[in-house]
């Protein structure tokens, strides 16, 4: 059974850090894309970062290169988020998910991932 699993959101001050854990089981973990999403308030799912089981490449979405890093511990079945010098917009519900039929890209689109967590809140306000 395919479970992927969130944790490490919370509030935080601008110019802060937070790293975001994605546990996953009943898969291999390095064998499949696999990407976090954030969605806002009355806006669309967007894609934050992934990493591209085709070449084993990290990919960032604009808005977050320079200041977010994704990595990955096959060993631990776990993907992270350390996410630096965040901003008021970097705000959002933020969600692990992988990509088991094999089709995900570099755009790091939702419509390509269909196992998702269930999403944890990271709030940055003073």
């Known amino acids: 059974q395919v479970q992927v699993v969130e944790s490490g959101g919370g509030l935080v001050q601008p110019g802060g850090s937070l790293r975001l854990s994605c546990l996953v089981s009943g898969f291999a973990l390095d064998y499949y894309s696999i990407a976090w999403f954030r969605q806002a308030p009355g806006k669309e799912r967007e894609g934050v970062s992934c990493?591209?089981?085709?070449?084993?490449?990290?990919y960032y979405a604009d808005s977050v290169k320079g200041r977010f890093t994704m990595s990955r511990d096959n060993a631990k079945t776990t993907v992270y988020l350390q996410m630096n010098s965040l901003k008021s917009e970097d705000t959002a519900v933020y969600y692990c998910?992988?990509?088991?039929?094999?089709?995900?890209?570099?755009?790091?689109?939702?419509?390509?991932?269909?196992?998702w967590g269930q999403g944890t809140q990271v709030t940055v306000s003073s």
């Open positions: 998910a992988t990509d088991l039929m094999g089709v995900a890209g570099h755009e790091i689109s939702p419509y390509e991932y269909d196992y």
């Open positions: 990493i591209s089981s085709s070449d084993g490449s990290t």
